[in-house]
């Protein structure tokens, strides 16, 4: 009987520590990558100043990095307005309460951002039991103890010229860091080893990026070689495959080498959504970024190789594609976000089912869970939907600070970094 009893209690507490790690958010857009929360957690859909926010916690600096959480805590990149100095902020999950707040790094000329959308502590952390990793493009990649904060490495010596500022988020597979630079002067990427942060490979870019844009001007400017997007890995057969978004085109790789795979070539330029893929479909869907931005599905084949795009695009979608968010997908519907307007579209065909207006712009990316799809403003609103083929209002709920950060969840709460606080709505 005793050995029984022990038998149930550790399924028991085994089961809570696995759906534990389930309701973390341990990078960019959340497990799998996707915008998806655990499965069978619920969510908020109403609140305000006064209603439903657990806590509200005033965050220094400016960063447009999603709030990471792993075990009971919330980590997040900032940055002074200047970029001179970069940091981390760690909050206790529960209470809000801040239990560390440490410059990283400072530097004494940073480069100008060039525009008014970015800012220096953009690219989102990535966190794992006992580690948690931040990262400011070129600034640096530094690796902490989660438990006692000490650092256990850094790496300042992978550059680029940012342009714009800094945008792609880590992204982590098996023993990896993968590290995307897409800047004016040199793209590529690289892959880290998580344990000693040394570097395992390093992959150029071979874009073709053409001596003139796509209205036939002079592509002299880093913006037609920028982006800001981030990795994602799917299963192909019984191999997987890394996607990741540039200007120009979007390549596949084989991530424990880097070796790229297979592209589909674009005109636009300065992609920041992350890639979706639908494993029922087979399907790839990829935003094409600024300058006219379009939504590609690409057939997914494991054996294909070289440039693909002539035959396997199935489908083009080319008004009220976001610019900069990334859609969510549930079941066979994608759901995106473009500036104001909100849109269904069948999976399968492109055929947009219903589209919609907002309010605010949106930036931040889309995520969906307890039913619900989320798009967040940049004014402080955030509208609530239930997914289906026919448009159905949930909520409409506004804040008072805005945000273009993407939205974190995790035990029944949603996590928001606005211009000046972290709230926890929920919970």
């Known amino acids: ?161 940012h342009w714009r500022g800094p945008g792609s988020s880590l992204a982590m597979w098996k023993d990896y860091l993968v590290l995307t630079f897409d800047g004016a002067d040199r793209q590529y990427l690289a892959a880290l080893d998580k344990k000693t942060g040394e570097t395992v490979w390093i992959q150029d870019r071979s874009t073709d990026y053409g001596d003139l844009d796509e209205k036939g001007r002079p592509a002299n400017s880093g913006d037609w070689r920028k982006a800001y997007s981030t990795p994602i890995f799917i299963e192909a057969g019984d191999k997987t495959i890394m996607i990741s978004a540039g200007a120009k085109a979007c390549w596949a790789h084989d991530p424990s080498t880097g070796e790229e795979l297979w592209s589909v070539y674009y005109p636009q330029h300065s992609v920041s959504s992350r890639p979706v893929y639908s494993e029922k479909l087979k399907l790839l869907y990829i935003n094409t970024g600024l300058g006219k931005p379009q939504l590609w599905a690409v057939k997914v084949d494991p054996e ?27 079941g066979d519907e994608l759901y995106l976000a473009a500036d104001t307007v909100g849109s269904c579209v069948d999976a399968k065909t492109g055929k947009v089912l219903w589209s919609e207006r907002l309010g605010g712009t949106v930036t931040a990316s889309l995520i969906y869970g307890g039913g619900q799809v989320y798009f967040f403003d940049e004014d402080g609103g955030a509208v609530v939907v239930k997914p289906g083929r026919k448009y159905e209002l949930t909520a409409k709920n506004q804040l008072d600070d805005g945000s273009l950060a993407s939205p974190a969840a995790s035990d029944g709460s949603l996590f928001v970094r606005s211009k000046g606080f972290l709230y926890r709505i929920g919970g």
């Open 1 to 161: 009987m005793k050995s029984l009893v022990r038998s149930v209690v550790a399924l028991v507490f085994g089961c809570v520590a696995a759906n534990a790690a389930l309701a973390d958010w341990p990078e960019f857009r959340g497990p799998g990558g996707e915008g998806h929360v655990a499965q069978g957690e619920t969510l908020p859909v109403k609140w305000s100043e006064q209603e439903n926010v657990k806590w509200k916690t005033a965050i220094h600096g400016a960063g447009w990095a999603t709030p990471i959480v792993m075990d009971g805590k919330v980590w997040m990149a900032t940055a002074t307005p200047d970029g001179r100095t970069m940091s981390v902020v760690c909050v206790d999950q529960e209470t809000g309460k801040i239990l560390l707040d440490r410059v990283l790094t400072t530097n004494d000329n940073p480069e100008p951002l060039s525009n008014k959308i970015n800012n220096y502590a953009a690219c989102s952390p990535a966190a794992e039991k006992g580690r948690v990793y931040m990262h400011f493009g070129s600034y640096g990649t530094f690796c902490l103890d989660s438990e006692n904060y000490r650092e256990i490495w850094r790496r300042t010596d992978l550059r680029c010229s």
């Open 304 to 330: 294909a190789r070289g440039n693909i795009t002539d035959s396997h695009v199935e489908w083009k979608l080319i008004k009220r594609v976001p610019k900069q968010s990334s859609p969510v997908l549930v």
